[in-house]
Nanobody
């Protein structure tokens, strides 16, 4: 019932920046947490950054200092600002939300970083 729609992916040169957005709809309960995960070809899906309803954040070690995560005041939209992008950041990025201890996923958006 909860729908997540990502946008903002694309092709960027190494060292450049992208900003991803994820909008949640259809939830009649509080969104406890939202975050971003990514999956590169041939690899597992890994956590990139998450933020809970209290504003606490966690980042993967590989993106600390380069990426930031934020939410709007209604806590229904999450953003991922990606700076100093590297080719190894290339992946499909998925939005995640937790509502009443159930996980929901977006369709994914492709991020490609050229060397």
């Amino acid at each position: 019932q909860v729908q997540l729609v990502e946008s903002g992916g694309g092709l960027v040169q190494a060292g450049g920046s992208l900003r991803l957005s994820c909008a949640a709809s259809g939830s009649d309960g509080s969104i406890n947490a939202m975050g971003w995960y990514r999956q590169a070809p041939g690899k597992q899906r890994d956590m990139v950054a998450v933020v809970d309803s209290g504003g606490r954040t966690n980042f993967a070690v590989s993106v600390k200092g380069r990426f930031t995560i934020s939410r709007d005041s209604a806590k229904t939209t999450v953003y991922l600002q990606m700076n100093s992008l590297r080719p190894e950041d290339t992946a499909v990025y998925y939005c995640n939300a937790v509502v009443r201890y159930r996980n929901y996923w977006g369709q994914g958006t492709q991020v490609t970083v050229s060397a």
